[in-house]
Nanobody, 124 residues
Framework: QVQLVESGGGLVQDGGSLRLSCAASGLTFNTYTMGWFRQAPGKEREFVATINWTGGSVYYADSVKGRFTISRDNAKKTVYLQMNRLKSEDTAVYYC?????????????????WGQGTQVTVSS
């Protein structure tokens, strides 16, 4: 059974930082592309960042480029999202996801497995 478990969310002030983690089990982690998505209240789920199976290639949504960094540790079967210079508009539930792919995947429909999400709230 595949499980993706996010952690690291919380309440932070505008301009602050958080690091999200997503621990995977039940899948051959180093053969999956990983991604982070987010969903704010009343809005659709949106792409945030993706990293290929080796960790050597990453891609970001324009809204987070230069502030967020996605990384992975295949030995620990964990993907991370370092979020710096947080803004109130970053407030959302953040989800990690796994896709059977080798390159970037930005479409939510292409991901095979999802975590339960972790709340990030940025207060202004």
């Amino acid at each position: 059974q595949v499980q993706l478990v996010e952690s690291g969310g919380g309440l932070v002030q505008d301009g602050g930082s958080l690091r999200l983690s997503c621990a995977a089990s039940g899948l051959t982690f180093n053969t999956y592309t990983m991604g982070w998505f987010r969903q704010a209240p009343g809005k659709e789920r949106e792409f945030v960042a993706t990293i290929n199976w080796t960790g050597g290639s990453v891609y970001y949504a324009d809204s987070v480029k230069g502030r967020f960094t996605i990384s992975r540790d295949n030995a620990k079967k964990t993907v991370y999202l370092q979020m710096n210079r947080l803004k109130s508009e970053d407030t959302a539930v953040y989800y990690c996801a796994a896709a059977r792919a080798t390159g970037w995947v930005t479409s939510a429909a292409s991901y095979n497995y999802w975590g339960q999400g972790t709340q990030v709230t940025v207060s202004s």
